[in-house]
């Protein structure tokens, strides 16, 4: 049977899939969400331990000491470059663009149901404005997000197929009101009690934008679980 590892910054990005498994079990593993389960004939492991590319890195390193895979997927969320891309959309990279330049291949996974595809850009920080989405948007990727680079660099090291499945966030348009990288501890993990003093001092403008988040996080996890149900790897 195949193994699959799926990458995620956070766990609740994977919640859509983890309902889709069979005989889904939690992994004693030293990171904040590790769950394996089956589905479609293959085993799959879900690992996820913060937001950006350390966090990802340290966990593709984790997951390595205790199995090995046939193939990496990085998942989760992702902002939009492509103007033609809505929150909620699904977008298949072909190709991971580092922040400092080079890039990776991702392989195109089977699937049926409604996608984007293209290059995905994966960044070291939150990209916040519209007029940064804009900037990288003339490198002619077409979306942007923070862990697909070092998700593919332990993939090569390990010598299996790379898959970068994400659902979009936030649109190419919108602006976060929210400074995340302000927000971010040490480790680079976002963190609640910084976002939530944050709210406090501007609850009139950052509330809602937090409401709108964490309802299209929600679904983005339910739409990311359906489509990932679906592929063929």
Excluded at 216 to 229: Q, T, W
Aim: charged share 25%; glycine share 10%; proline share 5%.
């Amino acid at each position: 049977m195949d193994t699959i590892l799926v990458v995620a910054a956070e766990g609740r990005e994977l919640a859509g899939l983890a309902r889709r498994c069979e005989r889904l079990s939690g992994l004693p593993w030293p990171l904040r969400f590790a769950r394996t389960g089956r589905l479609n004939g293959r085993r799959l492991v879900m690992v996820a331990d913060g937001a950006g590319p350390k966090l990802a890195g340290r966990a593709m390193e984790t997951a390595g000491r205790y199995m090995k895979f046939d193939g990496v997927v990085s998942a989760g969320t992702c902002g939009a470059l492509d103007p033609a891309l809505s929150a909620g959309d699904v977008f298949v990279a072909t190709q991971v663009d580092a922040p400092g330049g080079g890039c990776y291949e991702a392989r195109l996974p089977g699937c049926g149901l409604p996608h984007a595809t293209g290059r995905l850009v994966s960044m070291d920080r939150v990209v916040r404005t519209a007029e940064e989405k804009e900037l990288l948007r003339k490198s002619g990727a077409g979306a942007v997000e923070m862990e697909a680079c070092a998700v593919a660099v332990q993939a090569g090291t390990w010598g299996v197929p790379l898959f970068c499945v994400k659902a979009v966030l936030d649109e190419s348009h919108e602006a976060l009101l929210l400074d995340y990288n302000a927000a971010r501890d040490t480790d680079g993990r976002i963190a609640a009690p910084r976002v939530l003093a944050a709210a406090i001092r501007r609850p009139l403008r950052l509330v809602p934008e937090l409401w709108t988040l964490h309802w299209r996080s929600r679904n983005a996890a339910a739409v990311l679980g359906d489509f990932l149900a679906n592929c063929r790897f």
